[in-house]
């Protein structure tokens, strides 16, 4: 039995991951801290049916904690470890700058350091289009400079990409980076903005849509994000690129991978596929742009797809649905 370990079980994508990794036959230790960042209820509930299977080992606690990875990386040698554990969202990033040091920054060198002494066939380190920043060649490859962030939250998350070469250098750990599109479905977070729309139009209260709708978004529904991260376990860097768009470092067993719909989706659209699932018209406050946010993305998926043969699969029409069939049965129950 192959065995991975996931920082962020509880939350939403690591949720979906250790899912398909069980149904799978992996052994899996998840890591997870259960912060307070949003609805508490909604992680234990994602871990309470991880924990159904007898080859989920879930553990408690912070990753920046000294020592934490370290012990657990020594007790399960895990063939994987997979850190997508973050402190997350562009918006909350300027009120609580500290919580990305501690969880973004501080919590990766402990992957890092506990990798470094235990070292396992492959690390996978969680980075986001956020990384791209001001750059307005789209669609965004992992060939482009990506040196001016807009937000405090996507600078730690480049800073953990930076660090995590220096580790592949120094101590031979393949490493994949995997700079993830807005991801959205069934047990989504809270503070993102199809739960929040989702809410607030059951609610009967007005949407609030920022640039007056004049944004686009590479929508990529979870069950793809996974088949992605799944496909990439097995694509480990070593010294030879597979094509002239591989992104592996001249110097080290390491890549920057994007994984999205590689489709750009107009924001307005997406509402529209959000008021055809939910049978009703929504009330827009039309606002402007917010502070750290960018009005367009778009993933490259050229290398994704020569790695490991992806091709996104749901539509944005099929996963709003699919994302509200789901939130009503929750919140009904």
Partial sequence: MRTALITGTAGFIGYHLATYLLASGWQVVGLDCLSPYYDIALKRRRHA???????????????????????????????????????????????APRDYLEANLIGTFEVLEAARAHPPEHIMIASTSSAYGANTNIPFDEHQKADHQ????????????????????????????????????????????????????????????????????????IDDLVAGIIGLIEAVPGDTPVSTQDT????????????????????????????????????????KMQPGD?????????????????????????????????????YAS
């Fill in 49 to 95: 049916m991880l924990e159904v299977n007898d080859n989920f080992i879930p553990v408690i606690g912070k990753l920046e904690d000294p020592g934490r990875l370290m012990g657990l990386l020594a007790d399960h040698k895990p063939n994987a470890v997979i850190h997508l554990a973050a402190q997350a969202g562009v918006r909350h990033s300027i009120d």
């Fill in 150 to 221: 807009m937000s405090f939250y996507a600078a730690t998350k480049k800073a953990g990409e930076t660090m995590a070469h220096s580790y592949a250098h120094l101590y031979g750990l393949p490493t994949t980076m995997f700079r993830f599109f807005t991801v959205y479905g069934p047990w989504g977070r809270p503070d993102m903005a199809l739960f929040k729309f989702t809410k607030a139009i059951e609610a009967g209260e007005a949407i609030d849509v920022y640039n007056h709708g004049r944004m686009s978004r590479d929508f990529t529904y």
């Fill in 248 to 287: 592996l470092s001249p110097v080290a067993p390491f890549r920057i991978v994007n994984i999205g719909a590689s489709k750009p989706t107009p924001l307005m659209d997406y509402i529209a596929a959000l008021e055809t699932a939910l049978e009703t018209t929504a009330r827009k406050n039309l606002m």
């Fill in 294 to 330: 960018v009005p367009a993305t778009w993933a490259d998926t050229t290398l994704l797809s020569q790695l490991t043969g992806y091709e996104p699969q749901v539509s944005v029409e099929e996963g709003v649905a699919r994302f509200v069939a789901w939130y009503r049965g929750y």
